[in-house]
């Protein structure tokens, strides 16, 4: 706790030879019943202290409850938990508190890095949970307390409130996260194309939106209603585990959320996981390299349907597939030639979906990629022209389009989009030009009148004009009217491009995909 060695009360403290000493004939005087009645082995007093949850039942941990939490779960070993708590003598006073520091306190709970009692404590405690937790010296700190603050064989008493807890981060930025239960068996996890059986348990705010058992093959989870942060959860579990899981908006009902669900947009859901069986695909690095095309094909294929459909997430999930089977393939022959091939439309494929979503940076890596591997690949070339004039980077857009001129000196499409950056070109230039001149116009107008008719406001802005002349363009103050026509022109440009865009892409999908 603040003011030894600044850590928390709870947390383990170092103990001299002696001390461990000390600890090593006490445990054995319980052991043997020697030493009965001294006041580490039992908590003092006939209070009203709730219920004795010591693992031997020997009175030395009591739990008063005195706020029930939500739910039904409690925090499973191994996550972490966030809590707040008061500490204090068997005479009242208080040693330390996470609350008058205005700060929670967390620990990996059933790891021994708190005091014995907080571990067996906590993990009876429901998420809001508060109750007083009154530890004899045997699950506190010993014969050797934790001087100053805390004397030898003392009895301590803990107001605990149980915020929440966490498990294991599976996405790497906090949208899936994973609380083991009850442990699995074995150490074997389900693959893609695994086909399982599951038993999940929905919430959203504390309402039971689904409970049912689900069986699939892993990937395919979409089709048969679970969420996609479902499924990825379900990759990390073993046979016969139970497992808490929090699903962020983004891997679950999203924006939109879930109207036959009645889940909000926006939402947050909370699942009760039960792996039941399931059977270990075979694993990809074991196929040949034949397979290898093969398995990748049929995900372009499966990755097509989806595009058609509109699903683009689990297209783009299905194209990513293809570059994780034909991932460092050297092998040389038929095969291999037909490997590249393969891995060309995956980065294509990929390229056409960022581009979809408007993920410009995105689509220009992937073709970027293709390129790496067929250096005159006019698709490549094409799409990362488009995605190069989303990022209003004009110049190379053109060069892009060029080399598919290049290329093919007869495509309408790559004209056409050399004509769209043009005109984009040439109005960025004259939205720049008239900014400067408005500016430089407002400043001229600005020095021609005398001091005493500008405002205060002015006044100081000609003052920092005299130290630094033209350093920062003022904002565009054009008239509403000029600029609502400015922008009316680019939209219209936009709108040449999103046609031949799409005109483009008609033909590309039937070819590429």
Same mark, same amino acid.
């Given at each position: 706790?603040?003011?030894?060695?600044?850590? *928390?009360?709870?947390?383990?403290?170092?103990?001299? &030879?002696?001390?461990?000493?000390?600890?090593?004939?006490?445990?054995?005087?319980?052991?043997?019943?020697?030493?009965?009645?001294?006041?580490?082995?039992?908590?003092?007093?006939?209070? &009203?202290?709730?219920?004795?949850?010591?693992?031997?039942?020997?009175?030395?941990?009591?739990?008063?409850?005195?706020?029930?939490?939500? %739910?039904?779960?409690?925090?499973?070993?191994?996550?972490?938990?966030?809590?707040?708590?008061?500490?204090?003598?068997?005479?009242?006073?208080?040693?330390?508190?996470?609350?008058?520091?205005?700060?929670?306190?967390?620990?990996?709970?059933?790891?021994?890095?708190? /005091?014995?009692?907080?571990?067996?404590?906590?993990?009876?405690?429901?998420?809001?949970?508060?109750?007083?937790?009154? *530890?004899?010296?045997?699950?506190?700190?010993?014969?050797?307390?934790?001087?100053?603050?805390?004397?030898?064989?003392?009895?301590?008493? #803990?107001?605990?409130?149980?915020?929440?807890?966490?498990?294991?981060?599976?996405?790497?930025?906090?949208?899936?996260?994973?609380?083991?239960?009850?442990?699995?068996?074995?150490?074997?996890?389900? +693959?893609?194309?695994?086909?399982?059986?599951?038993?999940?348990?929905?919430? *959203?705010?504390?309402?039971? #939106?689904?409970?049912?058992?689900?069986?699939?093959?892993?990937?395919?989870?979409?089709?048969?209603?679970?969420?996609?942060?479902?499924?990825?959860?379900?990759?990390?579990?073993?046979?016969?585990?139970?497992?808490?899981?929090?699903?962020?908006?983004?891997?679950?009902?999203?924006?939109?959320?879930?109207?036959?669900? %009645?889940?909000?947009?926006?939402?947050?859901?909370?699942? &009760?996981?039960?792996?039941?069986?399931? +059977?270990?695909?075979?694993?990809?690095?074991?196929?040949?390299?034949?397979?290898?095309?093969?398995?990748?094909?049929?995900?372009?294929?499966?990755?097509?349907?989806?595009?058609?459909?509109?699903?683009?997430?689990?297209?783009?999930?299905?194209?990513?597939?293809?570059?994780?089977?034909?991932?460092?393939?050297?092998?040389?022959?038929?095969?291999?030639?037909?490997?590249?091939?393969?891995?060309?439309?995956?980065?294509?494929?990929?390229?056409?979906?960022?581009?979809?979503?408007?993920?410009?940076?995105?689509?220009?890596?992937?073709?970027?990629?293709?390129?790496?591997?067929?250096?005159?690949?006019?698709?490549?070339?094409?799409?990362?022209?488009?995605?190069?004039? %989303?990022?209003?980077? #004009?110049?190379?857009?053109?060069?892009?389009?060029?080399?598919?001129? +290049?290329?093919?000196?007869?495509?309408?499409?790559?004209?056409?989009?050399?004509?769209?950056?043009?005109?984009?070109?040439?109005?960025?230039?004259?939205?720049?030009?008239?900014?400067?001149? +408005?500016? #430089?116009?407002?400043?001229?107008?600005?020095?021609?009148?005398?001091?005493?008719?500008?405002?205060?406001?002015?006044?100081?802005?000609?003052?920092?004009?005299?130290?630094?002349?033209?350093?920062?363009?003022?904002?565009?103050?054009?008239?509403?009217?000029?600029?609502?026509?400015?922008?009316?022109? /680019?939209?219209?440009?936009? %709108?040449?491009?999103?046609?031949?865009?799409?005109?483009?892409?008609?033909?590309?999908?039937?070819?590429?995909?």
């Amino acid at each position: 706790y603040p003011g030894i060695n600044s850590t *928390c009360c709870v947390e383990s403290v170092p103990m001299s &030879d002696e001390e461990a000493q000390a600890v090593e004939i006490q445990q054995q005087d319980d052991e043997t019943g020697a030493g009965a009645g001294v006041e580490h082995a039992a908590v003092d007093g006939e209070e &009203d202290l709730g219920e004795d949850i010591s693992p031997e039942q020997n009175g030395g941990l009591y739990k008063k409850i005195v706020r029930e939490g939500s %739910g039904t779960n409690r925090a499973p070993e191994g996550s972490d938990v966030f809590v707040h708590y008061v500490g204090s003598l068997k005479d009242g006073t208080v040693f330390d508190s996470s609350r008058e520091r205005e700060a929670e306190f967390s620990f990996k709970l059933g790891q021994g890095k708190v /005091i014995k009692g907080w571990d067996i404590g906590v993990k009876t405690m429901k998420k809001g949970e508060i109750s007083i937790l009154t *530890c004899s010296s045997e699950y506190g700190y010993g014969v050797q307390g934790a001087p100053p603050k805390i004397p030898p064989n003392s009895q301590l008493t #803990f107001e605990v409130e149980l915020l929440r807890w966490k498990g294991e981060d599976i996405t790497e930025d906090g949208g899936v996260e994973k609380a083991i239960v009850r442990k699995g068996d074995g150490f074997q996890t389900p +693959n893609y194309g695994s086909d399982i059986t599951a038993h999940i348990v929905g919430r *959203c705010d504390d309402r039971v #939106f689904e409970d049912r058992k689900v069986e699939f093959k892993m990937g395919d989870g979409e089709d048969h209603g679970v969420v996609e942060g479902v499924e990825l959860a379900m990759e990390k579990m073993n046979m016969g585990e139970r497992a808490e899981v929090t699903v962020k908006p983004t891997y679950g009902y999203g924006e939109k959320g879930s109207e036959e669900h %009645g889940i909000p947009p926006n939402a947050t859901l909370q699942y &009760d996981i039960e792996m039941s069986t399931f +059977n270990k695909a075979r694993d990809e690095w074991s196929l040949s390299l034949s397979e290898k095309v093969e398995l990748a094909k049929q995900a372009k294929d499966k990755g097509t349907g989806f595009f058609k459909n509109g699903r683009l997430k689990r297209a783009l999930k299905e194209y990513q597939r293809i570059l994780k089977i034909l991932d460092n393939d050297n092998v040389q022959g038929d095969d291999a030639e037909a490997g590249k091939a393969v891995r060309v439309i995956g980065h294509l494929n990929i390229a056409a979906c960022h581009l979809k979503f408007g993920e410009h940076f995105e689509a220009a890596k992937s073709c970027d990629k293709a390129l790496g591997i067929d250096k005159d690949n006019v698709k490549a070339y094409f799409r990362r022209g488009q995605a190069r004039i %989303g990022l209003q980077d #004009f110049d190379d857009a053109k060069s892009d389009f060029q080399e598919v001129l +290049n290329r093919e000196p007869r495509s309408k499409a790559a004209r056409d989009q050399i004509s769209v950056t043009n005109k984009l070109m040439q109005q960025m230039k004259a939205k720049e030009k008239k900014l400067y001149a +408005n500016m #430089f116009e407002k400043l001229a107008i600005r020095d021609e009148r005398a001091p005493h008719q500008l405002s205060d406001l002015e006044k100081e802005e000609a003052v920092d004009d005299t130290q630094s002349r033209g350093d920062k363009p003022k904002e565009d103050e054009s008239s509403p009217e000029s600029s609502s026509q400015e922008e009316g022109e /680019i939209a219209v440009a936009d %709108g040449e491009q999103e046609e031949t865009i799409a005109k483009e892409e008609g033909k590309e999908e039937a070819e590429d995909h």
